[in-house]
């Protein structure tokens, strides 16, 4: 009930920043009467509906764990705030919370923290899926068409731009990568070796002279020993 000033006649707690409340909280589980919080918004030091009531982990003052709040009813446009009861809260109301979070993680004085195990597998190759996803390897960009926005951006010595490059995407750990012209002239010939997170290899458009390719269209076929073969062809338009 309220007195003509609108204060609690009778409160049943008080928040830990001095406002009056019509309720307790208390952890049933544990049995004991949980600190809150009040966001008094229009500071009459005495809970309204709508304004935040923020629970307290036990022992603290400062550290929250659950907030709620309970909207006002509105009927026909007209809106009610406590204590109008019988159209919101009634005395004797109960409200329950369930949980599987601790309300409080300080006992006795002693930090008692959430803990979380974590389990591992070390990676694994499978060949067989290796295998199926042969398929899955390309050639990036095809064509290649003067530049790559992949290329790395710092000059060459004497030179007005980075090295000229593509990439084999998606290779298993241990390949070997040959590339053909048309007529069947091995041009290079590209180790590689990677973790299984790395499946990426380039070529920088050199011949095994170190001399820049033509322009045209090239074989390359990959060599993955244990898990199979693939050709792709792409072109090279300078």
């Given amino acids: 009930d309220t007195l003509g000033d609108g204060s609690l006649s009778s ?5 830990v920043n001095n406002v009056k409340l019509p309720f307790y909280v208390e952890n049933v589980t544990e049995g ?3 600190k809150v919080y009040v966001r008094d918004v229009n500071g009459n030091r005495r809970w309204d509906l709508g304004e935040d009531v923020m629970f307290l982990e036990r022992g603290t003052t400062n550290r929250t ?22 159209v919101d809260l009634r005395q ?21 923290v ?4 974590l389990e591992v597998r070390g990676h694994r190759y499978d060949v067989n899926l290796a295998s199926s996803l042969l398929d899955r390897i390309r050639v990036v960009p ?46 290079k010939e590209i180790y ?10 380039y070529w920088n458009l050199l011949n095994r ?10 074989i390359a076929h990959i060599d993955a020993p244990g898990i199979g073969q693939k050709l792709i062809k792409f072109a090279i338009i300078k």
């Fill in 192 to 201: 590689h070796n990677s973790g299984v997170d790395n499946g990426r290899e």
């Fill in 11 to 15: 409160p049943l707690d008080t928040s």
């Fill in 92 to 112: 004797g109301d109960e409200f329950w919370v369930r949980t599987r979070r601790s309300f409080n993680t300080i006992e006795g004085g002693v930090m008692d």
């Fill in 65 to 86: 764990t659950w907030q709620v709040y309970f909207e006002p009813v509105r009927e026909g446009g007209v809106e009610y705030r406590y204590p109008r009861v019988g």
């Fill in 114 to 117: 959430d803990s979380f195990r």
């Fill in 32 to 34: 004991y009467r949980i």
């Fill in 209 to 218: 002279d170190g001399l820049g390719v033509s322009y045209g269209v090239y």
């Fill in 142 to 187: 095809n064509p290649y068409v003067g530049i790559n926005e992949l290329e790395p951006v710092s000059k060459l010595p004497g030179q007005v731009r980075g090295e000229r490059r593509i990439y084999f995407d998606g290779l298993p750990r241990e390949c070997v990568i040959r590339i053909y012209t048309l007529s069947g002239e091995l041009v």
